[in-house]
């Protein structure tokens, strides 16, 4: 039996409206599957534009087998490369942040131009040509502050994810901020643990004392349906669009990314332990008005999810390890002149969602070791709660099936 006839008998058996087969949370195959047809094709949040203002600040990125450099060339323009040397490929950029006029390979010193092409390679020769050893290219696109890379050789249309961004954050202005704060942790579970972790709010009451002071466990704010027929979140929005701030429930017709902007729980206006803003300045000058605007809160699989207040904005950057491991980053942004110790407090702008994500990692942890059991089977989603879970897997089920291709659908059918 093929992998792709394994994959399809799965899917086949996934029953709507209950967990996954166990392999898909622990299977290796599986692992370099989801890799294949969606971390090497999808477009993927790398990071902010304001974390390479400077023409030559760099990041990287590792994505499965790929390592990425993400680059602001000497014309502002921001590029992505494969992180390989076109002489012997070794890594050039060793470090995950860094500065650099040229990136310089460790090994032999071969030497490339901000925009990829190859300036020097010492004694090569008088015939050797350099124009062919550029840097291979990585389709990169930056919007509203958010830097996208994507690994596939012809990726998908990015114009739908710019028209939200630029849409919802535009106000927020991101481009400007600064990164206060970022942590990495690491989650011993599989990416879609994580993300069926974050679609629900079932978990929040017994789970997240502090986040539950500012954050509604209202399905209608987590989930993708009931928004519009919520009082309090209808008036919400009309609110903020009269300020003229994008608020409705926006979801890809294919479920993959969604933006809306949920009023926080008795008019807090940050993720603080009394609701106050943590930061003294608006995120942005231009920003209309003074009343806070609750949280606009963004996702697009397979990589972020966002929260974005009037006084800071909080992302959170999903990357897979390991069938069973999966890499969370979260940046606090503030305003690009907030001062520390100034205008914010640190601790106190950085606390409920340290603690948050250290609970949801114990969560998602002992979901990934329950699930080792052979006594594990899928079991039901609450369809009052849990209907943003349902959405994820529906949405991993039937885009894997897709891409699959035509043969594994038909089999599918036949079954
Ligand atoms: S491998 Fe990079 S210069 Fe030789
Ligand atoms: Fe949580």
């Known amino acids: 039996m093929t992998l792709e006839s394994t994959i399809s008998a799965l899917l086949a058996r996934q029953k709507p409206g209950f967990s996954l087969d166990q392999a898909f949370y622990r299977d290796d195959d599986i692992y370099r599957l989801d890799l294949e047809e969606f971390w090497y094709r999808d477009w993927l949040f790398a990071g902010h534009d304001c974390e390479i203002a400077q023409p030559g600040s760099f990041f990287t990125v590792q994505v499965g087998d790929y390592s990425v450099i993400v680059v602001r060339g000497r014309d502002g323009v921001i590029r992505a490369f494969h992180n390989v040397c076109r002489h012997r490929g070794s890594r050039i950029c060793l470090t995950e942040k860094g500065r650099a006029s040229r990136l310089v390979c460790p090994y032999h010193q071969w030497t490339f131009d901000l925009d990829g092409q190859l300036l020097f390679a010492r004694q090569m020769g008088e015939e050797f040509d350099p124009a062919p050893y550029g840097l291979k290219p990585v389709a990169c ?28 954050f535009g ?25 069926e972790n974050n679609r629900e709010c079932y978990h929040c009451a ?10 509604p466990e209202a399905p209608s704010v987590t989930g993708v349906d009931g928004a519009e ?3 309090e979140i209808a008036a919400h929005w009309a609110a903020c669009e ?3 701030l994008a608020s409705r429930f926006d979801m890809e017709s294919d479920g993959q990314s969604r933006a809306v902007r949920v009023p926080l729980l008795r008019g807090a206006e940050s993720y603080t332990m009394t609701g106050r803003r943590a930061v003294g300045r608006k995120l942005s000058d231009g920003f ?24 800071h904005a909080i992302s959170f950057r999903v990357l897979p390890i390991s069938a069973t491991q999966t890499q969370v980053t979260t940046k606090w942004l503030v305003h690009k002149d907030a001062v520390e110790g100034v205008d914010y407090d640190l601790e106190k702008l950085t606390e409920v969602w340290i603690h948050t994500n250290d609970e949801d990692r114990r969560i998602v942890e002992d979901n990934a070791r329950g699930i080792a059991s052979p006594a594990y089977q899928p079991g039901p989603y609450s369809e009052i709660h849990e209907g943003g879970v349902m959405q994820f897997v529906e949405w991993y089920c039937e885009t894997l099936k897709r891409r699959l291709g035509p043969e594994s659908q038909a089999r599918i059918a036949a079954e």
Request: net charge negative; aromatic share 12%; with cysteine.
């Open 288 to 311: 209309p008005g003074e009343e806070g605007i609750g949280a606009l809160l963004l996702f697009h699989y397979p990589t972020t999810w966002n929260h974005v207040l009037i006084d």
């Open 242 to 244: 009269d300020r003229g």
């Open 171 to 195: 106000a927020h202005n991101l481009k400007d901020a600064k990164v206060a704060f970022e942590s990495t942790i690491i989650e011993n579970g599989n990416w879609k643990l994580v993300w």
């Open 206 to 215: 017994a789970n997240h004392p502090d986040l539950c002071k500012t954050y």
């Open 229 to 231: 027929r919520d009082p």
């Open 141 to 168: 696109e930056a919007a509203a502050g958010y830097i996208w890379i994507s690994l596939a050789s012809a990726p998908a249309d990015f114009a739908p994810q710019r028209r939200r961004l630029e849409t919802y």
